[in-house]
């Protein structure tokens, strides 16, 4: 048997050239046959598709590189649901940018290749882990750069702002309740609204904290006056508020000023859930929504959703470095206490995570490529898209507009319908693969959710989303 190649060395380039080559092709085809947003048919018929093309899976004798590869990777494609395509709108779950996309696949395997006149042997890096420095010099040092750009521009008037790379939202939710738990000597009591995403619930649960404070939201933001209330049943107890910047079902944005007022006032820790509106921070005209945001203790970012990188791209930051001093650790044989002090950067205490990839490269790539014009541009172009979307539907006569956007989420629903008929609605563009719309309950309806993360996608392609709700809206 031959051994495989492998990706780095001298001849990585060359092994990976081909490889690369049958995944571009079967990514081409596989979108192709699906012909739309997702696989129509429904669970079933995806599943046999998926089965058909790996079976079997752990055979006696293997098939080779490219017999695994192309069936595979279309197989996958056919059976996704593509964030690109404009009527695949129901999550936040953006379609990554090409140069996003491209930085990653280079993040895994970074090869540098000379060409003449001044030929040299190539050299590559293969799979940088950010444990240590001797794993990822480059990598750990454009991290920093990363981070400290990005919590600069959440704390533009901090003196040692900090932030650190996540998995996403939920790591970066529970990271901040890890840190202010790790703060007080008697067990902290976390105060979040209805509208809170439900990382911090259970993040609450993981950290054996007590049962979360669950503050109603009947408007679908978190009441400053509520929140008094509840603070004052607290005296005496430490205690950590979330508030959101953008929720998951609506993007309803939470008074964040008067809600730092509150927590001043009874001595409470904010933390600011803005995995889904931290990027308003970008754009010169929407950023004053996020008007607060620097007055939280911690904030979570994720730019995966309006920041068009692919997964992962969460970002926990802080008003000061120093709030992350509870993730100290040391392993001797990553970060011993000489190394550090001889001026090694120490990684163990910039995440719970060992084995970590260099996230931070794809997104520092993004950053420099843009510019906050050019990010600023793009989450307005979706915001804006929101409103046109919005006001479709407020001129519909068949549909129900649930309000105005405060992001880029709309919620609507068939007007004479009811929450039966909403649901057996998406279900069955699903199921014909014609359209990805999500569900959000609010005022004691189910609605139909529109995210529109996509800049591509343009007013006719919402006429098109109408249409098909309207056509297949039970009469």
Known sequence: MNTPP??????GPDALAPLLAAV???????????????PAGGPTTTARRVHTAAHPLLPDHGTGPEA????????????????????????????PLALAAAADLAASVLNELTRPPHPRPPSSVLNPSLDSWDQAPAASALEAELTRTLARETYPAADHPDALLTTGGTEANQLALLLARERHPTPLH????????????????????????????????????????????????PVLVTATAGTTDSGAIDPLPALADVCAAHSADLHVDAAYGGPLLFSERRRHALHGLDRAHS???????????????????VHRTSRLDPLQHTADYLNSHDDTEAGLPDLLGRS??????????????????????????????????????????????????????????????????????????????????????????????????????????????LDRMLKLVEGHTPR
């Open 24 to 38: 571009l092709d079967a990514l081409r085809t596989g979108a192709l046959d699906r012909g739309g947003p997702l």
């Open 299 to 317: 904030v979570t970012l994720d730019l995966h959703k309006l920041g068009w990188q692919p997964v992962a791209a969460g970002i926990l930051a």
């Open 68 to 95: 695994a590869l192309g069936p595979l990777v279309h197989a996958l494609t056919r059976g996704a649901a593509d964030p690109a395509d404009p009527l695949c709108a129901a999550h936040l779950h953006a379609p």
């Open 190 to 237: 976390v105060v979040h609204g209805a509208n809170a995403h439900h990382s911090l619930p259970r993040a609450a649960w993981l950290l054996g904290l007590p049962a979360t404070h669950t503050v109603p939201t009947p408007t679908g933001t978190l009441d400053p006056e509520a929140l008094h209330h509840t603070l004052a049943s607290l005296t005496g107890h």
């Open 352 to 461: 719970l995570r060992t084995t970590r990839r260099p996230d931070a490269f794809k997104m520092a790539v993004t950053l420099r490529a843009l510019g906050r014009d050019g990010l600023g541009a793009l989450v307005d172009q979706v915001c804006d898209l929101a409103d046109t979307l919005a006001e479709k539907i407020h001129h519909h006569p068949a549909l129900t507009l649930h309000a105005r956007p405060a992001l880029s989420t709309v919620l609507f629903r068939p007007a004479d319908a009811d929450d039966e008929q909403v649901a057996a609605v998406r279900r069955t563009l699903l199921d014909d693969g014609h359209a990805v719309l999500g569900r959000a309950h609010a005022q004691g309806r189910l609605w139909l959710k529109a995210t529109l993360l996509n800049p591509h996608t343009q007013p006719g392609d």
């Open 6 to 11: 492998l990706a780095g060395g001298t001849a």
